[in-house]
């Protein structure tokens, strides 16, 4: 972990249209942007400890879904879990998609940073989200990593050709006792992008829903690729 890096009071910005607070790199002028988004029912500080392992050229920028549902409990979109798999909300989900878009382009306007030099990653929903995005608008980004998470079918209508996603890079890392998403959903992303065509590394654990240590590792392993 680097020194001197802390993360931010909580900020509200006109040009943002979600609440975050920033890991700001230790030069004058960032070299990257990651952008990490949590999970349902959690909030921006979940990934904070991984926020501070970030390289220290690196600008990061941890976002807060736009819905609450309770006491410092936010998410992107509602979902219920049936016999049939997760159901979710599409408008809410399209919402939510439109606004990381933009959460991603201001940050890019505003510190300089390339988009090729972006990445988008979260836990759970918050993967989901960062691959939402990625697939369906690759040139604005450079990579991104779903971290016990899926990729979303209902985006299929949206996805951008394989050409557009020929540059992007993906990062996928699932448990393989995950009973909330189970490890399906990791092996369906992984084929899926494969099919698209997407540059991928894809890594299973011995864990349930969570981000260990070793899945940290792994990602951050990953992102020096991306961003070096």
Known sequence: MATNLSISALHEDADIPVPFRLRKPLTDKPDACVILQHGVGGNETNLAALA?????????MLTRGPLSFGPNQYGWFRVNFGANGPRLDPAEAERAREALLQVAQATQQRYGIPQKRTVLAGFSQGGIMSASVALTEPEKLGGFAVLSGRILPEIEPQLASRERLAH????????EFDSTLPVFWAE????????????????????????????????????DRIIA
């Open 52 to 60: 501070l392992q970030l390289p220290p050229n690196v600008l990061v």
């Open 168 to 175: 992007l890079q993906a990062f996928i890392s699932h448990g």
């Open 188 to 223: 369906r992303a992984q084929t899926w992008l494969e099919q698209l065509g997407v540059p991928l590394q894809a890594q299973r654990y011995p864990a349930g829903h969570e981000l260990t240590a070793a899945m940290q590792a792994d990602f951050l392993g990953w992102l």
